[in-house]
């Protein structure tokens, strides 16, 4: 079917050497010996294992684990790559450098790629396009931009991002959307008045003069951005800047954002309005 997988587990021949398990596919459709041993070199050299030929799976990291196994799926050049959360067993650092050499990968083959993950920021990084998944169905697809800036339901709003979404219940009337009481200026108008969803996002909440009533609960430094959570009535809510607010644990605060900025979603369907 021309079709290769890398799978979550890696599926490596513990039997087999490196060497072996890349050559595996060819040898699979009676490639000539001395073929395989060059395409094998080629495989493994593109990523990064060429001197561990001779070792078996179980002498291996990790990481080069994985590099055996995505080195197997292009050995024989298919027309499809499908992959399967091939770095979910990773630590962090390691994650990261490989994303980032898969991505150059993915480039250079120039084959399509159908890659599967529950981490969001993956996705987000090495997609062209993005399929969201939710309870079997496929909810939104799009490129990564299109799915964060104008995500189509609130399931999708509430996952996509880091932190996600703030959601809030409000009645949207007239160019005012109001939070348990309070009137927020949104930017849009509403002829009669709509039970929706607000959303806003991190990035967009901020400290100001008048809004949302709210009590600093606790404040992360994350050097070049801080994350500041505040429960506002029974709800906690995320804000993110790029800079160390002089904000304090326990300090009463109002919250607001910039007319234009919210997203509004249809309280009963979940759907973007």
């Given at each position: 079917?021309?079709?290769?997988?890398?799978?979550?587990?890696?599926?490596?021949?513990?039997?087999?050497?490196?060497?072996?398990?890349?050559?595996?596919?060819?040898?699979?459709?009676?490639?000539?010996?001395?073929?395989?041993?060059?395409?094998?070199?080629?495989?493994?050299?593109?990523?990064?294992?060429?001197?561990?030929?001779?070792?078996?799976?179980?002498?291996?990291?990790?990481?080069?684990?994985?590099?055996?196994?995505?080195?197997?799926?292009?050995?024989?050049?298919?027309?499809?790559?499908?992959?399967?959360?091939?770095?979910?067993?990773?630590?962090?650092?390691?994650?990261?450098?490989?994303?980032?050499?898969?991505h150059?990968?993915?480039?250079?083959?120039?084959?399509?790629?159908?890659?599967?993950?529950?981490?969001?920021?993956?996705?987000?990084?090495?997609?062209?396009r993005?399929?969201?998944?939710?309870?079997?169905?496929?909810?939104?697809?799009?490129?990564?931009?299109?799915?964060?800036?104008?995500?189509?339901?609130?399931?999708?709003?509430?996952?996509?991002?880091?932190?996600?979404?703030?959601?809030?219940?409000?009645?949207?009337?007239?160019?005012?959307?109001?939070?348990?009481?309070?009137?927020?200026?949104?930017?849009?108008?509403?002829?009669?008045?709509?039970?929706i969803?607000?959303?806003?996002?991190?990035?967009?909440?901020?400290?100001?003069?008048?809004?949302?009533?709210?009590?600093?609960?606790?404040?992360?430094?994350l050097?070049?951005?801080?994350?500041?959570?505040?429960?506002?009535?029974?709800?906690?809510?995320?804000?993110?800047?790029?800079?160390?607010?002089?904000?304090?644990?326990?300090?009463?605060?109002?919250?607001n954002?910039?007319?234009?900025?919210?997203?509004?979603?249809?309280r009963?369907?979940?759907?973007?309005?």
């Open positions: 079917r021309d079709v290769a997988m890398v799978f979550q587990s890696y599926a490596l021949y513990p039997h087999m050497t490196v060497a072996q398990n890349i050559g595996f596919p060819l040898k699979m459709v009676a490639t000539p010996a001395d073929e395989i041993a060059r395409a094998v070199k080629e495989a493994a050299a593109r990523v990064g294992i060429g001197h561990l030929l001779e070792r078996t799976p179980g002498q291996l990291s990790g990481g080069q684990q994985q590099r055996c196994a995505l080195a197997r799926a292009i050995v024989r050049k298919p027309r499809l790559f499908l992959l399967d959360e091939p770095l979910s067993n990773l630590d962090a650092k390691l994650r990261l450098e490989t994303r980032l050499e898969l150059a990968l993915q480039r250079a083959l120039g084959a399509t790629t159908v890659y599967v993950t529950h981490d969001q920021e993956e996705a987000m990084t090495l997609a062209d993005i399929a969201v998944f939710m309870d079997g169905r496929i909810v939104q697809v799009g490129s990564p931009r299109e799915v964060y800036a104008k995500p189509q339901t609130v399931d999708v709003a509430a996952f996509i991002g880091t932190p996600p979404m703030n959601l809030l219940p409000a009645v949207w009337e007239g160019a005012n959307a109001a939070v348990d009481g309070h009137r927020l200026a949104l930017g849009e108008s509403s002829a009669t008045p709509r039970t969803m607000l959303g806003i996002r991190p990035g967009d909440l901020r400290i100001a003069d008048s809004g949302i009533p709210a009590r600093v609960e606790r404040i992360e430094d050097g070049d951005s801080c994350i500041v959570s505040v429960h506002a009535g029974e709800r906690l809510l995320k804000l993110k800047s790029d800079r160390l607010l002089p904000l304090r644990e326990g300090e009463q605060v109002h919250v954002f910039a007319p234009g900025t919210a997203h509004k979603f249809d009963q369907t979940g759907s973007r309005l």
